[in-house]
């Protein structure tokens, strides 16, 4: 996803990749082969469950990538703002 350009702005679907199934190897070299091909500035990941092992791996090569760890409170707050901007029509795919 592409961050809108300025505030207010759309954000952009560029490419959707699926990981559900895949080892936590499989899932770190499909963030790599991603990374390479966008200006990615911001690389965050899960690290409830396989995310700790997926997050470890990426940092080797990513240094910057983040962990998160959501709460219930977090995950309602994502779900809210993801909401918003659905019905303010700022989602582009």
Known sequence: VAWPEKPGGKFRLLEKVGLKG??????????????????VFDIGIDTSGAGQAV??????????????????????????????????SRFES
């Open 22 to 39: 895949m080892d936590f190897e499989a899932q770190a070299k499909a963030i790599k082969r991603q990374a390479a091909r966008y200006n």
């Open 55 to 88: 997050w470890e791996l990426v940092k080797a090569w990513a240094p910057a990538a983040r962990r998160i760890e959501y709460s219930i409170s977090t995950k309602a707050a994502l779900v809210m703002k993801g909401q918003n901007v659905m019905r303010k």
